[in-house]
């Protein structure tokens, strides 16, 4: 399934948000939510999570819509043809693999294409959309 330039907006959108529940599991609570906060990496295409403790860390490649876990062991997943529940299962075991507690999926925000569906379909990210909205994120930076 290919997308529409909706979708892969939705979907890299979606994508961020593991970005952003890694780092309110996994990273010192901040009063002003600033461990939940990315950095978009410029020229590479990355989305970074916050630095949790022993340099572990998630990371979106924009191009591929693949999630990289760093740490002791790295590990990384392709999100096209995953549902968003098999996700939400590869990070915790990303997670334990990593030293790392148990991994919760919860929001404490509203997305503005709604929940994320437990069997919501990551589609395969078109090439041309993907680097166009990437090269989007360097010129913002």
Same mark, same amino acid.
């Given at each position: 399934?290919?997308?529409?330039?909706?979708?892969?907006?939705?979907?890299?959108?979606?994508?961020?948000?593991?970005?952003?529940?890694?780092?309110?599991?996994?990273?010192?609570?901040?009063?002003?939510?600033?461990?939940?906060?990315?950095?978009?990496? !410029? $020229? @590479?295409?990355? &989305?970074?999570?916050?630095? %949790?403790?022993?340099?572990?860390?998630?990371?979106?490649?924009?191009?591929?819509?693949?999630?990289?876990? !760093? $740490? @002791?062991?790295? &590990?990384?997943?392709?999100? %096209?043809?995953?549902?968003?529940?098999?996700?939400?299962?590869?990070?915790?075991?990303?997670?334990?693999?990593? $030293?790392?507690?148990?991994?919760?999926?919860?929001?404490?925000?509203?997305?503005?294409?709604?929940?994320?569906?437990?069997?919501?379909?990551?589609?395969?990210?078109?090439?041309?959309?993907?680097?166009?909205?990437?090269?989007?994120?360097?010129?913002?930076?």
């Amino acid at each position: 399934m290919s997308m529409t330039n909706e979708t892969y907006d939705v979907a890299l959108h979606r994508a961020a948000q593991y970005l952003a529940t890694f780092g309110k599991n996994f990273c010192e609570s901040k009063e002003d939510d600033s461990h939940t906060n990315l950095e978009w990496v !410029v $020229g @590479d295409h990355l &989305l970074r999570s916050r630095e %949790a403790p022993g340099g572990r860390q998630l990371i979106l490649n924009g191009e591929e819509l693949a999630l990289q876990w !760093v $740490g @002791d062991r790295p &590990l990384q997943l392709t999100l %096209a043809g995953r549902t968003h529940g098999e996700v939400i299962v590869w990070m915790h075991h990303a997670a334990v693999q990593n $030293g790392l507690s148990d991994y919760e999926f919860h929001l404490h925000y509203r997305l503005p294409s709604g929940p994320i569906p437990h069997d919501y379909v990551y589609p395969r990210p078109d090439a041309q959309r993907a680097e166009q909205v990437c090269s989007y994120r360097d010129n913002a930076q």
